[in-house]
């Protein structure tokens, strides 16, 4: 078993008011920045796109079952959303800029903007597109590893979201058949 060398109260102390401008990102970050900051940007390009395609379906829902669904989609629209401010302002923690230029937004996005024919369609797109974040915020979790122990944790706190929002989506595809 290793065991990891802790610091002094005083080498704490003197390396904390070394580089004090860069706030939040102590010498103790082992991670490349720049490659996080461009990963957390294309996530948070990837729940913009969510939210903005859950908030469509939210609306364009109609038919025997679409009360429920739009609850569902409106239910996932603000998470999507709640996922991307936190995102941000973790760029923002690691010296960053986060990019909502919504020029480009899908281009940076894992998932695509489908709107759905229909509501089956637009549920099958959702569960197409958590499926597509679950896979790229597993992998993203895995690179970051022990370097990013917060990024981390954040993209394993949404990945979890992601994984509810799929098996909410198969329910009701479930349901249609």
Do not use: W
Not at 12 to 26: C, I, M, P, S, Y
Not at 55 to 76: C, D, N, Q
Not at 77 to 102: K, M, T, W
Not at 142 to 162: M, N, S, V
């Amino acid at each position: 078993m290793s065991y990891v060398q802790l610091s002094d109260k005083q080498t704490l102390r003197e390396r904390a008011r070394q580089h004090v401008e860069n706030g939040a990102v102590t010498e103790s970050y082992s991670a490349d920045r720049d490659t996080v900051i461009n990963l957390l940007n294309e996530a948070l390009a990837t729940e913009l796109v969510c939210y903005l395609r859950y908030k469509r379906h939210y609306y364009m829902a109609t038919g025997l079952k679409s009360s429920v669904a739009a609850e569902e989609f409106l239910e996932h629209a603000n998470e999507e959303q709640e996922h991307a401010d936190r995102l941000a302002e973790r760029i923002v923690q690691l010296g960053g800029a986060p990019d909502f230029n919504p020029d480009g937004l899908t281009e940076r996005a894992h998932a695509q903007y489908a709107e759905g024919n229909g509501l089956r369609d637009m549920v099958f797109e959702n569960l197409v597109a958590e499926r597509i974040a679950i896979d790229s915020y597993r992998e993203i979790v895995q690179y970051i590893g022990d370097k990013d122990p917060t990024t981390r944790r954040i993209f394993e706190d949404i990945l979890a979201q992601e994984e509810e929002h799929a098996d909410d989506m198969a329910g009701l595809l479930d349901g249609m058949n």
